[in-house]
């Protein structure tokens, strides 16, 4: 006997709940046979759910249609920063490193990621050992270029028929940190949680929105960058709702910048803590 079918108004819900418990992208027919329904009223609500920015396409493998609740772009972004951290690469081995773990993402729209994240100054540009070229790692992180320093390092050591284990006083590289700022109480907040907090301050009663304007006049230290992304982290885990702007091709760069930006395209204007 075949399981109940999902209450349409349960359906989309039901959806989007699947994908999120999913740790990978999941094709049409796999997430299909995890909410147990039809092909049709199934379709139209996972389109509803693309439409409203609650799930994501993800580039086609063969012939199937991968879905999920992170935009390729926003997991792509998310990985080349974690493999940045890890050690200094050039752009290239970046690209082809943080493109083999992501499902079906090509490396070219990786180095378009990248390039991004460096006019965002998420990346920065540091010398490379043996050549005149540049070597990538997140910014103000020297723990990643220690590493590749040390790589590079042993490995002439090695060469040279010695060991190298005697250069080095401890398992790991020296941690290398950027100066304290001249007042680091504020830095010491992560903006998450600040931004919880100013949500709170400005409207204490839980799922009442606070238009992001509002929120970016009340933390007026944190940068667009800052406060955007630590916005869609929170949406991320589930922690606030963020609500879309309905036409955001008829916005000046000027009201763009009062507005979250969703690294797709969409804007939000205003976060409700769930």
Not at 51 to 65: A, M
Not at 141 to 153: E, H, K, L
Not at 199 to 223: F, K, Q, Y
Not at 247 to 267: A, R
């Amino acid at each position: 006997m075949s399981a109940p079918a999902i209450p349409k108004e349960d359906l989309r819900e039901s959806i989007v709940t699947k994908a999120r418990e999913s740790k990978k992208p999941l094709t049409f027919e796999a997430l299909r046979k995890l909410v147990k329904a039809a092909k049709e009223p199934f379709r139209t609500d996972l389109e509803a759910a693309l439409n409203e920015k609650q799930l994501y396409r993800w580039p086609d493998r063969g012939r199937s249609q991968y879905f999920w609740y992170v935009s390729p772009e926003e997991k792509a972004r998310e990985v080349i920063l974690e493999t940045a951290a890890e050690r200094a690469l050039s752009k290239p081995d970046l690209s082809k490193a943080a493109a083999k773990k992501l499902s079906g993402f090509p490396q070219k729209r990786v180095e378009s990621e990248i390039s991004t994240l460096l006019t965002e100054k998420q990346l920065q540009q540091v010398p490379a050992f043996a050549s005149t070229s540049k070597l990538l790692i997140r910014t103000g992180d020297g723990q990643a270029y220690c590493n590749a320093a040390r790589t590079f390092i042993e490995k002439k050591i090695r060469g040279a028929g010695f060991d190298p284990a005697p250069m080095f006083t401890s398992a790991s590289s020296p941690r290398v940190t950027q100066p304290e700022p001249t007042n680091p109480e504020p830095a010491k907040k992560e903006a998450a949680a600040q931004i919880l907090e100013a949500i709170l301050e400005l409207e204490p009663h839980p799922g009442v929105p606070v238009s992001t304007a509002r929120l970016r006049e009340h933390l007026g230290d944190m940068t667009k960058h800052e406060f955007d992304s630590a916005a869609l982290e929170l949406r991320r885990k589930q922690e606030v709702l963020l609500s879309q702007h309905a036409d955001p091709h008829n916005l000046s760069e000027k009201d763009k910048e009062l507005l979250i930006g969703g690294q797709d395209g969409t804007y939000y204007v205003a976060i409700s803590i769930r």
